[in-house]
């Protein structure tokens, strides 16, 4: 039996638009919320692994197959024996010593009775024998001693997670910086004291959900909803054999009893030709994604228990460059590396987790003066012979910054306060159009200030023989998020090539609900049998903001069967106002898979964001009485988490009970004065009540503390407009455009608008600009 450790507890919209009937139902705007957070549905429904086993045959007979039971994870000190060279690179690792127990042996930091004030808090840390404890602000904002439980990783930086309670682990928001020996805040400057979510002690540092699945192996976060406590458990602290390869028992029979089976006994075979196995089982931590259950399933699809992240404009830069943080794959995704089957071990020792060669070592495998691939598995078509390691290529000095392949193709940015992450989309350096589409460059990044604008001259030099290219992702991008002339065409065209990589395409189709026309419902339907999963998915929501819920039906109805968990439910969840009438030959499938969205948020029940989802299920699908409980077990999860205490006044406003309604609203704007959403939803609120000069007040001031916010400046704009105030409305809307120039429903209600004050003119120069950017728009037909 393994080891068990446990935590314990120490459409075409109307051509006059109307606040009624476009902002009121807290369906579209807080699911709009939820999508942008990439915590809007999750899945564990772990299904039986059957390994077949050929038995040993004394005549030439068929073999037969014995069913044997699913893998278990098993002590992995036994691994040791057989696989030295592999333990040996492994032992000191930071995939061994990602997560270690706080003893004087693991802990790096001071805590000799250290202090460290930031944020507004004073943290002073101190020792009790061997034991590390803390005394720092709470979730009250008291000062407490809080025991160390865990380290967190070894370099740059180590972080600590504390005790608090019911099986709950929260990361430290102050670190110990390794290469400088000194405590630093992870966010400095940003505020963050016990009011602020990224507080600690907040849901969004809980380390059980956030952090220690991928610091360990054969995790489970095992939530009791109906205790609200955690009981969580894994195989062993660290990243160790078996999280990647997967459980090891049928590898040790097979081994042991000299039993053929398929992959040695394992049911990943990381050695495949096709390096997707591989790619997918990294991808499991270093990607930016949304679990879909508790841990994940052996054998299985990334989008089966994982929902990464697109390239969207919070986390990437216009060319793909990293931004936020977001780790490796969705970088990788992009690259031509990627696309030509290049795989994580060609470059890394994933025991060692360092380089496979010093320098640019590295890179010269593929890229040298022979133009050919040392490594095998890799499409090789298409390198060219060339002496990359030499001023001829790099033009930089030998040995100085610039003539290593990442300075210029590897970029990066620091991450945790100290922690530099490269970018892996392997791009190269432009520093011409960089300026233009304001993205990040190695260039200009070196050379900053008056030495940049040198090198920018001397990059056209260097590139002026080059001829006109077919238009770029990101000069395409640009045009389609800025909503310049040309963009729905740029659009059309990226997703009409047959060589865009599938995290481009998922990325591309996000933006065509700004874009509609019958060109970009065709894109979309065509990309429905895209063989990425993460294709698929995004297609599933873009033909879903083109069709009402009845037209749907036919082009989602087969997706319900899809091989993918995540493009089921997806498919399920836009159908569900379709269901309500019957969906026919599909509906038993459409049961079934919305039966599985369920499970997704029942398994995360500890997340305010799913109790919320599980809300507006259950208020789509007619289970009233078990609206509100959701609600509220969403706010005892997160009492911050506003979109649920939103969708709760709604649900009490229309279950008549509007007196507690508002008084749940003023109450909590009274200690959350500073929240946006908490504004425009008491505008609303009083719209609703017949006091709409009183809800103006509250409008504008949602507007102020979120300018950025199209949707509150659009619902500001439309409410001057119903009461009168023509000129305000249009300011409003005007100003949208400037900051959301991609906005398509602003320029329908600002061309509406001049036509209401007479001001035609005005009207047709929006509709004729609106024509260079989408002359296909089907509300120009």
């Known amino acids: 039996?393994?080891?068990?450790?446990?935590?314990?507890?120490?459409?075409?919209?109307?051509?006059?638009?109307?606040?009624?009937?476009?902002?009121?139902?807290?369906?579209?705007?807080?699911?709009?919320?939820?999508?942008?957070?990439?915590?809007?549905?999750?899945?564990?429904?772990?299904?039986?692994?059957?390994?077949?086993?050929?038995?040993?045959?004394?005549?030439?007979?068929?073999?037969?197959?014995?069913?044997?039971?699913?893998?278990?994870?098993?002590?992995?000190?036994?691994?040791?024996?057989?696989?030295?060279?592999?333990?040996?690179?492994?032992?000191?690792?930071?995939?061994?010593?990602?997560?270690?127990?706080?003893?004087?042996?693991?802990?790096?930091?001071?805590?000799?009775?250290?202090?460290?004030?930031?944020?507004?808090?004073?943290?002073?840390?101190?020792?009790?024998?061997?034991?590390?404890?803390?005394?720092?602000?709470?979730?009250?904002?008291?000062?407490?001693?809080?025991?160390?439980?865990?380290?967190?990783?070894?370099?740059?930086?180590?972080?600590?997670?504390?005790?608090?309670?019911?099986?709950?682990?929260?990361?430290?928001?102050?670190?110990?910086?390794?290469?400088?020996?000194?405590?630093?805040?992870?966010?400095?400057?940003?505020?963050?004291?016990?009011?602020?979510?990224?507080?600690?002690?907040?849901?969004?540092?809980?380390?059980?959900?956030?952090?220690?699945?991928?610091?360990?192996?054969?995790?489970?976060?095992?939530?009791?909803?109906?205790?609200?406590?955690?009981?969580?458990?894994?195989?062993?602290?660290?990243?160790?054999?078996?999280?990647?390869?997967?459980?090891?028992?049928?590898?040790?029979?097979?081994?042991?009893?000299?039993?053929?089976?398929?992959?040695?006994?394992?049911?990943?075979?990381?050695?495949?030709?096709?390096?997707?196995?591989?790619?997918?089982?990294?991808?499991?931590?270093?990607?930016?994604?949304?679990?879909?259950?508790?841990?994940?399933?052996?054998?299985?699809?990334?989008?089966?228990?994982?929902?990464?992240?697109?390239?969207?404009?919070?986390?990437?830069?216009?060319?793909?460059?990293i931004k936020d943080e977001v780790f490796e794959h969705g970088s990788f995704a992009q690259s031509k590396m990627f696309d030509k089957g290049v795989r994580c071990s060609n470059c890394h020792n994933p025991h060692s987790t360092q380089l496979k060669a010093p320098g640019n070592g590295v890179c010269l495998q593929c890229h040298n003066s022979a133009g050919k691939a040392a490594v095998t598995g890799i499409d090789g078509k298409g390198l060219q012979a060339k002496d990359y390691d030499s001023i001829e290529h790099h033009r930089h000095t030998e040995g100085q910054p610039g003539s290593q392949c990442v300075d210029c193709h590897m970029p990066g940015k620091l991450y945790m306060g100290n922690d530099f992450r490269h970018d892996h989309s392997f791009s190269i350096p432009n520093p011409v159009r960089a300026k233009t589409l304001g993205t990040p460059d190695a260039c200009l990044t070196c050379h900053q200030g008056k030495t940049g604008d040198k090198v920018t001259e001397q990059f056209k030099l260097w590139t002026s023989h080059q001829g006109p290219q077919a238009a770029r992702y990101d000069e395409s991008l640009w045009l389609i998020r800025s909503g310049q002339p040309g963009a729905a065409q740029a659009l059309y065209e990226q997703l009409r090539r047959s060589n865009l990589p599938a995290i481009q395409r998922a990325t591309l189709l996000a933006e065509l609900a700004n874009y509609p026309s019958e060109s970009a419902m065709k894109l979309a339907s065509k990309d429905l049998n895209n063989p990425a999963p993460q294709v698929r998915e995004s297609a599933v929501r873009a033909v879903s903001t083109f069709l009402p819920a009845a037209e749907r039906i036919t082009l989602l109805g087969p997706l319900l069967n899809d091989s993918v968990r995540a493009i089921r439910i997806i498919a399920a969840?836009?159908?569900?106002?379709?269901?309500?009438?019957?969906?026919?030959?599909?509906?038993?499938?459409?049961?079934?898979?919305?039966?599985?969205?369920?499970?997704?948020?029942?398994?995360?029940?500890?997340?305010?964001?799913?109790?919320?989802?599980?809300?507006?299920?259950?208020?789509?699908?007619?289970?009233?009485?078990?609206?509100?409980?959701?609600?509220?077990?969403?706010?005892?999860?997160?009492p911050q988490f506003f979109p649920a205490l939103v969708t709760l006044i709604q649900w009490l406003e229309a279950s008549g009970r509007s007196a507690e309604a508002m008084a749940l609203l003023n109450d909590t704007i009274k200690t959350h004065p500073q929240t946006a959403l908490l504004q425009h939803s008491q505008g609303l609120a009083l719209i609703r009540a017949g006091q709409?000069?009183?809800?103006?007040?509250?409008?504008?001031?949602?507007?102020?503390?979120?300018?950025?916010?199209?949707?509150?400046?659009?619902?500001?704009?439309?409410?001057?407009?119903?009461?009168?105030?023509?000129?305000?409305?249009?300011?409003?809307?005007?100003?949208?455009?400037?900051?959301?120039?991609?906005?398509?429903?602003?320029?329908?209600?600002?061309i509406q608008f001049y036509l209401d004050s007479g001001q035609e003119p005005k009207a047709q120069a929006v509709l004729q600009a609106w024509k260079k950017i989408n002359p296909e728009d089907v509300a120009l037909k």
């Open 692 to 750: 709409p000069k009183h809800a103006m007040t509250a409008l504008q001031q949602a507007v102020k503390l979120e300018p950025d916010n199209a949707q509150y400046r659009y619902v500001l704009a439309v409410a001057l407009h119903q009461s009168g105030q023509v000129e305000p409305a249009c300011a409003q809307m005007e100003e949208l455009l400037k900051r959301q120039p991609a906005f398509r429903d602003a320029r329908l209600a600002l």
């Open 1 to 321: 039996m393994p080891k068990t450790k446990t935590i314990k507890a120490a459409n075409q919209p109307d051509s006059r638009p109307t606040l009624m009937n476009r902002y009121l139902l807290p369906v579209s705007a807080v699911m709009l919320l939820l999508v942008l957070g990439g915590l809007w549905f999750y899945l564990n429904r772990p299904a039986p692994v059957v390994t077949p086993v050929l038995e040993p045959k004394a005549v030439a007979t068929a073999p037969v197959v014995r069913h044997m039971p699913p893998a278990q994870m098993v002590d992995e000190q036994q691994c040791l024996g057989c696989h030295s060279a592999q333990a040996n690179d492994w032992q000191g690792s930071h995939h061994q010593l990602a997560m270690q127990g706080a003893d004087p042996q693991t802990v790096l930091a001071d805590f000799n009775n250290a202090t460290f004030k930031g944020e507004g808090e004073n943290t002073r840390f101190f020792r009790k024998g061997d034991e590390f404890w803390v005394n720092t602000p709470g979730p009250e904002g008291k000062a407490g001693d809080f025991k160390v439980a865990y380290t967190f990783g070894i370099a740059p930086l180590q972080q600590y997670l504390i005790e608090v309670g019911d099986g709950r682990l929260q990361a430290l928001g102050v670190a110990w910086d390794t290469e400088k020996n000194r405590w630093f805040h992870l966010y400095p400057g940003q505020g963050v004291d016990f009011k602020n979510p990224l507080h600690w002690s907040k849901p969004s540092q809980n380390a059980n959900f956030m952090c220690v699945e991928c610091h360990t192996t054969g995790y489970k976060r095992n939530f009791d909803a109906a205790t609200n406590r955690f009981n969580s458990q894994w195989n062993s602290l660290g990243v160790g054999c078996q999280a990647c390869h997967g459980p090891a028992s049928s590898h040790l029979l097979a081994v042991t009893d000299n039993t053929k089976l398929p992959h040695s006994g394992f049911v990943v075979d990381l050695k495949n030709k096709d390096a997707t196995s591989e790619i997918e089982t990294c991808a499991r931590c270093h990607a930016r994604r949304a679990p879909l259950g508790d841990g994940f399933t052996v054998g299985k699809r990334l989008m089966d228990d994982y929902l990464p992240s697109v390239l969207s404009r919070e986390l990437y830069a216009l060319d793909g460059k």
């Open 573 to 638: 969840r836009n159908l569900l106002g379709a269901a309500r009438n019957g969906l026919g030959a599909h509906q038993g499938a459409w049961d079934a898979a919305i039966g599985e969205y369920e499970t997704v948020q029942l398994g995360l029940a500890e997340r305010a964001e799913s109790n919320l989802n599980l809300a507006m299920l259950y208020q789509a699908s007619g289970r009233n009485t078990e609206v509100e409980p959701k609600l509220r077990a969403a706010l005892l999860r997160d």
